[in-house]
Every structure is written in C-alpha cells, then in structure tokens.
C-alpha cells in the first residue's frame, strides 16, 4: 500500500532526549508514532512488543536500556534502529550516525540498520579534526587536546534537577564546573576512533549553567602539524569537507577572526552546527572551534536527520 505511513517508536520518550525528538516529529503527518504508556515505559515486554511493531526505534535510552532493546528485538528483526546512547558508537557492524563525517557516510547511514547517533562533544570535535586528518594536515599521532563546556541538559533529567533544584540532596550551585578529571569521560573511545587518531586524545568537559548549547575547542601548534599550514590552510581544508553541507557551516574566515566571543548558545533549537578557526595569522597557534546544541546536532536532531535518511525522506 502506498499511503502507508513508517511507523516510529521512541523508546525513552519520557527522557529529555526523547521529549525533544517527539517534539520535532510532533507536526509530521508523514509518520505514524507509536507511544508507549507512560507506566510501562520500563517493562521489558511491552517495550518489545512496540519495538518489534515498529519500522524505525529511536532508543533514547542509558546504555544498558540501550542494549536491552537491541537485544529483545534480536539479530534478524526487519525493525531498523538509531540509538542515542554511547552503547554501540565504534561497533563495527553499527553505521556511525554522523551524515557529514566523511565522503558517503549519507548513503551508508541510509542504508543501514543499525545506526548509532554520535554524543553532543564528539559531533563538535569530530567535526573539527577528521577532515584534518583526511587532509593529511593534522597527523594521526598529534597529541589533541579537547576542552569543551556543555549547557547542563546534557547530563539529562538526572543533572537537570541538580542544577534546578537547589533542595535537591545533591544540588549543583556552582556557575560552571570541570568534571571528567580522571580524563576517562566515556565519549574518548568514540573521539579517536571516529576522529581517525592513534593516540588517544585528551579530553576536558565541562557544564555552564545554561540548559542547552555548547562549544567545544580543539587548540593546535602550526608548526607540529603537517607541512606547517597557516589558519588559511586550516579553514580551507574545513571548508572544502563541508561545502553544500546546509547543516554544518564553516564561519567564513574574516568573519570568525574579527569575533570579540563565542556564545555557545548561538545554536539552541536548530539542527546546525557553526565551525570556527581562530588565532592570529603568523602566530604559530590554532583553536578550532565548534558551536551546537547539545540537544540539537548534539542529540535529537541529529537522530531526526538519520531517521529521514532511512527513510528517504531527507532533503
Ligand atoms: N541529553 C543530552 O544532551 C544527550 C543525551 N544523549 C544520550 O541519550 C540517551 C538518553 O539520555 P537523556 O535523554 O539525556 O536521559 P534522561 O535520563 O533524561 O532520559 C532517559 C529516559 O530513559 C528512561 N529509562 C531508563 N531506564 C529505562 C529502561 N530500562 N527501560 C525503559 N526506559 C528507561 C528513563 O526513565 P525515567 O523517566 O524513569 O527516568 C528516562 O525517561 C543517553 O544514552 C544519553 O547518553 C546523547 C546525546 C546528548
Ligand atoms: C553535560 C553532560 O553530563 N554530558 C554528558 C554527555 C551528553 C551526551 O552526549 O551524551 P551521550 O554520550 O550519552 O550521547 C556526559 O558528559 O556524560
């Protein structure tokens, strides 16, 4: 039947992250959304049993509900699935759900079953160093350091009451706050592998007290990357990646270079992403930065933009 419409289960739509993708599909007539009871929403047999009805699960989910979900469906499940958690980021028979990673990661996210949305920092640091490393500009070796603060949503429904609530037992008062000290935050895996580095990179994540956006910066030394390139060379190589890709802009160089601030918020409620190089020509340094909402291209609408993908529906 042709007026067929594909059916989508979010499960997790209780979540932040699932909220927000029901959010966006809330004005599509062109889906049929399958919702699950409010109080069943962890009972394994009722998840199943929508998970098995639908054409496309969106698991929105903690890793270990992640993996339960993949598991009650099974391996030869006609169900296609996108999972928000860090669950399946570098399996290897998991397609990584970043459309403008590399040359044909579109089509490969649109054919594939399974496909695992990438984490709110890795988009913003990924985006800024893979295509130098396809370029053969920054070396597969090179120590990279990535510093980066998040709006507190981020940390989801959990750290939301922390930093809302100050009669929480376990409030958050401070303005901003590093976390991840141990430099083992779970998005390193996912940063090298995807990144396309040897080495593993060191990563600083931070939280603001603002609920959603977020900046991540990539600091480079010119002088120990291939062929010593200038900032130029840095932004043409982004450029060159990303042209005609409408979700992820490169800030045209004169204009990212005369910026007094960045404002991690910029990008709140879009599904885009904004890349910056920054530093003073002739100065020997770079950082590299990348502006999103870590909801948006972070998170839901990354999700929404594989979900289209799949089903051919993408612009
Ligand atoms: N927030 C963000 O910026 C981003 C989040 N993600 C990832 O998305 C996933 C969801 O995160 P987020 O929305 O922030 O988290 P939340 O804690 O806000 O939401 C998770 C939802 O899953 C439900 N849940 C927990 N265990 C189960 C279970 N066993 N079966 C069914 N439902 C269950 C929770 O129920 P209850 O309502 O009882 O808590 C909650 O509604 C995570 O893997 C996260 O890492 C990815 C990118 C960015
Ligand atoms: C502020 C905050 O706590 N952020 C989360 C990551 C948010 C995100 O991208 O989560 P996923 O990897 O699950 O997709 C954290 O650091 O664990």
């Known amino acids: 039947m042709t007026d067929m419409k594909p059916k989508i289960f979010i499960d997790g739509e209780h979540g932040t992250t699932g909220l927000q993708i029901r959010t966006r599909l809330a004005g599509r007539n062109?889906?049929?959304?399958?919702?699950?009871?409010?109080?069943?929403?962890?009972d394994p047999e009722a998840r199943a049993e929508f998970l098995k009805a639908s054409d496309i699960a969106i698991l929105c989910l903690p890793d270990a509900a992640s993996k339960e979900a993949v598991a009650l469906l099974g391996d030869d499940s006609s169900t296609r699935?996108?999972?928000?958690?860090?669950?399946?980021?570098?399996?290897?028979?998991?397609?990584y759900g970043f459309a403008e990673l590399t040359k044909g990661q579109a089509d490969k996210i649109a054919q594939a079953r399974l496909v695992a949305n990438p984490g709110c920092y890795p988009t913003g640091a990924i985006g800024l160093i893979r295509p130098l490393v396809e370029a053969?500009?920054?070396?597969?070796?090179?120590?990279?350091?990535?510093?980066?603060?998040?709006?507190y949503t981020g940390g989801g429904k959990q750290?939301?009451?922390?930093?809302?609530?100050?009669?929480?037992?376990?409030?958050?008062?401070?303005?901003?706050?590093?976390?991840?000290?141990?430099?083992?935050?779970?998005?390193?895996?996912?940063?090298?592998?995807?990144?396309l580095l040897?080495?593993?990179?060191?990563?600083?994540?931070?939280?603001?007290?603002?609920?959603?956006?977020?900046?991540?910066?990539?600091?480079?030394?010119?002088?120990d990357l291939n062929g010593s390139p200038s900032l130029v060379d840095l932004h043409a190589a982004l450029e060159?990646?990303?042209?005609?890709?409408?979700?992820?802009?490169?800030?045209?160089?004169a204009e990212g270079i005369a910026l007094p601030r960045v404002?991690?918020?910029?990008?709140?409620?879009?599904?885009?992403?904004?890349l910056f190089v920054f530093g003073t020509e002739g100065g020997g340094q770079a950082n590299l930065v990348a502006v999103l909402d870590n909801l948006g291209k972070g998170a839901?609408?990354?999700?929404?933009?594989?979900?289209?993908?799949?089903?051919?529906?993408?612009?």
């Open 30 to 42: 062109d889906l049929e959304i399958l919702s699950i009871p409010v109080e069943r929403r962890k």
């Open 81 to 95: 699935v996108i999972d928000t958690s860090t669950a399946f980021r570098t399996a290897p028979d998991w397609a």
């Open 136 to 151: 053969g500009i920054l070396p597969a070796d090179y120590p990279v350091s990535v510093n980066a603060v998040s709006g």
């Open 159 to 195: 750290m939301i009451v922390q930093m809302e609530n100050p009669d929480a037992p376990d409030a958050i008062t401070a303005p901003h706050f590093l976390y991840g000290l141990t430099l083992s935050h779970k998005h390193v895996a996912e940063l090298q592998t995807h990144g």
């Open 198 to 223: 040897d080495r593993r990179p060191l990563f600083s994540p931070s939280v603001g007290r603002f609920a959603q956006g977020m900046l991540v910066q990539v600091p480079l030394f010119l002088g």
């Open 240 to 253: 060159k990646q990303y042209a005609g890709a409408g979700v992820v802009e490169v800030v045209p160089y």
């Open 263 to 274: 404002d991690p918020t910029e990008l709140n409620d879009t599904n885009r992403m904004k």
């Open 300 to 315: 839901s609408g990354a999700a929404v933009q594989n979900m289209d993908l799949m089903l051919g529906k993408a612009a």
